[in-house]
């Protein structure tokens, strides 16, 4: 895939005035600069929709906001200071979305999978963690996958959901209450020629996973598919 230089310097320059004036005054003299800028980021998050299309089935993109919701906030600073897009796999069959984070100071990273399931797909992930928790290790502890990904990553409980056994072999796993990788970039890298495309190649890796978790969330405990 064509992979031009993914996010510039003036991009990641802008942001970092931005969290040194982040009021609407300076916001306001400021926004044809933002304007351009947002373009070109939009941009980039289409060519990543675009690639992402070709290996999953993609049911739309979503490129966040710069202003934030300060009403139920103690933080009253207008605007964020970063640029991010998540992109949604086709539900009912496929679970899970992909999100990129563009930040100054080396704090970019990609994240995937379940940040806030409901209270029904957490436990029916639960309980299929709870009946076989093979299937999942495998996939997580995969040695290619762990270089790209690392860990899975989460809030969790300190000991057992109501319901289960907290020397169960898997409560590790049944503990979580969000299923989540990520992968961090630095600066350099995000505006290096190749970003894009690496960003990519790692949600690609990912798959397995997501559909692991998208087969689980579509059938019962039995196994017989609900959609």
Do not use: C
């Not at 300060?70 to 970063?82: C, D, G, I």
């Not at 630095?186 to 990519?200: H, K, L, M, R």
């Not at 689980?216 to 609900?226: H, M």
């Amino acid at each position: 895939m064509a992979s031009p230089i993914a996010f510039s310097n003036d991009l990641l320059e802008f942001l970092k005035l931005l969290k040194e004036n982040n009021d609407r005054d300076w916001f306001n003299e400021h926004k044809k600069e933002f304007k351009k800028l947002e373009v070109d980021a939009k941009g980039n998050f289409n060519v990543l929709f675009e690639a992402l299309k070709v290996h999953d089935d993609l049911d739309r993109l979503k490129n966040f906001r710069i202003y934030r919701d300060v009403r139920f906030s103690k933080n009253k600073a207008p605007y964020k200071t970063h640029f991010s897009g998540s992109f949604y796999r086709r539900k009912p069959a496929l679970r899970g979305s992909y999100y990129l984070h563009i930040q100054p100071n080396n704090e970019s990273f990609i994240a995937v999978g379940f940040w806030d399931p409901s209270k029904e797909d957490l436990m029916r992930i639960r309980k299929e963690f709870e009946i076989d928790d093979e299937d999942i290790r495998a996939i997580i502890n995969n040695k290619k996958f762990k270089e790209i990904w690392g860990d899975l990553l989460g809030e969790e409980l300190k000991t057992a959901p109501r319901g289960f056994d907290k020397e169960h072999s898997a409560i590790d796993l049944i503990r979580k209450k969000q299923f989540l990788f990520t992968k961090k970039y630095t600066d350099v890298q995000v505006v290096s020629p190749g970003f894009i495309e690496d960003v990519n190649t790692s949600f690609k890796a990912v798959r397995p996973y997501l559909d692991y978790m998208s087969s689980v969330l579509t059938t019962n405990i039995n196994g017989e598919p609900l959609i």
